[in-house]
């Protein structure tokens, strides 16, 4: 989100009318104020995203967070009008970083010869095993706030959405059928939550690995059924 000082308008600012074409006058920098802006913006959602996560949303009070990150209350509301309206946007912010390190420990799997369709679940197992795992932060949205927080609950089924044309996409990658891609995506995106709350709740550091067994046995009858008509 940040943006680089616009050098390349100098010449215009210089002529505004505030009188910065008189000598000794500076123009006034909005490039800077504006990128100043969105440091701040973004400074509030990645901590906010962060406290919600290992704290939970309803616990966290716009004032908890305005401490946390060092801002004042007015700061933060001149950004985020409510509760609701930062929450949306964090986890928003959320789901960019998720899938960037998704996508990147995938590729890793995938390199090492990993089934693509299978490698979310190896990645699963890395992130189960991590000291930062605290479930999903969707799940856990959708299960604290639900419709009561609708900024909150479009930015969860918009992520739950993504995630499944993902797994269509890696379906199609893996060499599964396009007839049949939609099921099993929707089949794995089951076993994926499925093994992201039974990690979560039972401290089953087994769950994505049993996950991703079940996951090879579809994916191995799907093909089956393909190379046989």
Known sequence: MDSS???????????HPTGADSAGSAAPNYAARNRRREETRERILVN????????????????????HVGVTKPTLYAHFESREALVGAALNTVEE??????????????????????????????WFGSSVFRGCAYQNA?????????????????????????LHDLAAESGVPPERCETISA???LLMEGAII??????????????????????????????TG
């Open 97 to 126: 970083s998720h899938f960037q390190w998704f996508e990147r420990r995938l590729a890793e799997f995938v390199e090492q010869g990993v089934v693509a369709v299978i490698a979310p679940f190896d990645v699963l197992d890395l």
């Open 5 to 15: 000082p616009d050098t390349t308008n100098e010449g215009v600012m210089a002529s």
């Open 198 to 227: 039974t990690a979560f709740i039972e401290s089953d550091d087994q769950a994505a690995v049993r996950a991703r067994e079940a996951a090879e046995v579809l994916l191995e009858k799907v093909l089956e059924t393909a190379s």
């Open 142 to 166: 959708s299960v604290e706030v639900g419709s009561a927080m609708p900024h909150a609950q479009v930015a969860v089924l918009r992520h739950k959405d993504r995630t499944r044309k993902w």
């Open 187 to 189: 089949q794995f995106m």
């Open 48 to 67: 906010a995203a962060d406290f919600f996560y290992r704290r939970g949303i309803l616990s966290v009070s716009m004032d908890d967070v305005a401490a």
